[in-house]
């Protein structure tokens, strides 16, 4: 059962369209993070939200976290070709007995020029 | 410059040959974990490690062994590789723990005929 599901799995526009990227959960986390992987490299971070509701702002990349911090969204504003990439949303789950990151399934997104 | 290093990159050997993915990172990081990350399923943590001498399995530890005799080094050990083991693995170092910016290698690509 993966606890962390992401969808859509892929998505392919148009640069200058804009589009949003879900994690669902039905567990609570105490904090959510964002990553881009680029082929041939390994994931970075893109942002950390931890207060339910909160919003960050990256630039044309705008992130929250669901009030009940089951879930979270990554929206992005006017994609170019250089926001091509897998990005993967990992939790950080509350309450849970282990140090074990959990790591969504993944969102393979390209931006046609 | 701060960064995950991992050795091999690129690795093609054969079932029940022994062998060893190392990981070293400069950052002085408590937290090191492996990752695999296979199409469709996202990155599983297969170990991690909160410190030196400590050790915990992941969620898919099964046909794997880890080390921390040090605190930059986390080796990656498959003692009887199997096909089922062809993967993308990433190496992972934290300063504290599952909630901190996870700062990846730059993977290893494994191949097990």
């Known amino acids: 059962t993966q606890l962390l599901e992401q969808s859509p799995q892929f998505l392919s526009i148009q640069e200058g369209e804009n589009l949003t990227v879900y994690c669902n959960s039905s567990?609570?986390?105490?904090?959510l993070q964002w990553y881009r992987q680029e082929p041939g490299e390994g994931p970075v971070l893109l942002v950390t939200?931890?207060?339910?509701?909160e919003v960050k702002k990256l630039k044309r990349l705008t992130f929250q976290f669901g009030d009940a911090r089951k879930d979270s969204s990554l929206h992005i504003t006017a994609a170019q070709p250089g926001d091509t990439g897998l990005y993967l949303c990992?939790?950080?789950?509350?309450?849970?007995?282990?140090?074990?990151?959990?790591f969504g399934t993944g969102t393979l997104l390209a931006v046609q020029p | 410059e701060a960064q995950v290093t991992q050795n091999p990159r690129y690795l093609i050997t054969v079932t029940g040959k022994k062998l060893t993915v190392t990981c070293s990172q400069n950052?002085?990081?408590?937290?090191m974990s492996w990752y695999r990350q296979d199409p469709g399923l996202g990155l599983r943590q297969i170990y991690y490690?909160?410190?030196?001498?400590?050790?915990d399995k992941g969620d898919v530890p099964e046909g794997y062994k880890v080390s921390r005799k040090e605190k930059r080094n986390f080796p990656l050990i498959l003692e009887s590789p199997s096909p089922n083991q062809t993967s993308l693995y990433f190496c992972?170092?934290?300063?504290?723990?599952?909630?901190?910016?996870?700062?990846f290698g730059p993977g290893t690509r494994l191949t097990v005929t």
């Open positions: 992972a170092s934290s300063l504290y723990g599952k909630g901190d910016e996870q700062y």
């Open positions: 567990s609570v986390f105490s904090s």
């Open positions: 939200v931890v207060t339910g509701g």
């Open positions: 990992a939790g950080d789950r509350y309450g849970g007995a282990t140090n074990k990151l959990i």
């Open positions: 950052m002085n990081h408590e937290y």
């Open positions: 490690s909160m410190n030196v001498e400590v050790t």
